[in-house]
């Protein structure tokens, strides 16, 4: 088992360029979980899928942003013409079936916007 | 709209002293957890409780969830350098999903 997976750990780019981040989760679990992170806060919640459907999504999330888990284990998540104010630690977490209610979380990755 | 708020923000002691970090809410959660995160890093896991009243300990780490399940405190006993780091805690709403505490930032100096 080796653990929640994102790739790239580290993304600079210029504001109103497109980027991809991916998250493999650990393997089996179901559900998956995307988070941002801004410097000295609590996650914030960003959406969340069980298998390959998008159950929630945050009211926070602008048009600009869309995830997906197409086949039910990796996800990723693209941010559309970036702004400085995206600028933040975008965290995934998985968590294995139903009736356990714990999250794994992976490394981040940690997006600048200049 | 739920929210959790973690007193104290920030928290610097003396190896070998004790503390308490609080988490606080006016909602009632089907389940807290507690994460410790490092710099750069994911949080990582400390503990889940699910029943009000509830107590857990991890070596020298306490936690409680609030008989009424809005609230719950971790206490460090004769806390170490590492322990430092940033607490959080999350409320589990609805089914499956997480509300974050606003983080306690925990320094414990040699």
């Known amino acids: 088992d080796t653990g929640v997976s994102q790739d790239p750990r580290h993304k600079i780019t210029k504001r109103g360029q497109n980027v991809t981040f991916r998250c493999d989760p650990i393997s089996e679990h179901n559900r998956l979980y995307w988070y941002r992170q801004t410097l000295g806060q609590g996650p914030e919640f960003l959406t969340y899928f069980q298998n390959e459907a998008q159950l929630e999504k945050s009211r926070l999330l602008s048009d600009r942003f869309s995830a997906e888990r197409p086949k039910g284990s990796f996800s990723t998540l693209e941010i559309q013409r970036t702004e400085q104010g995206d600028s933040a630690m975008y965290l995934c977490a998985s968590s294995p079936r139903q009736g356990i209610n714990e999250q794994f979380f992976g490394p981040g990755t940690r997006l600048t916007v200049l | 709209t739920q929210l959790l708020e973690q007193s104290p923000q920030f928290l610097s002691i003396q190896e070998g002293e004790n503390l308490t970090v609080y988490c606080n809410s006016s909602s009632v959660f089907s389940s807290l957890q507690w994460y410790r995160q490092e710099p750069g890093e994911g949080p990582v896991l400390l503990v889940t409780v699910v029943t009000g009243g509830e107590v857990k300990k991890l070596k020298r780490l306490t936690f409680q969830f609030g008989d009424a399940r809005k609230d719950s405190s971790l206490h460090i006993t004769a806390a170490q350098p590492g322990d430092t780091g940033l607490y959080l805690c999350?409320?589990?709403?609805?089914?499956?999903?997480?509300?974050f505490g606003t983080g306690t930032r925990l320094k414990v100096l040699a």
């Open positions: 999350a409320g589990e709403w609805g089914t499956y999903k997480y509300i």
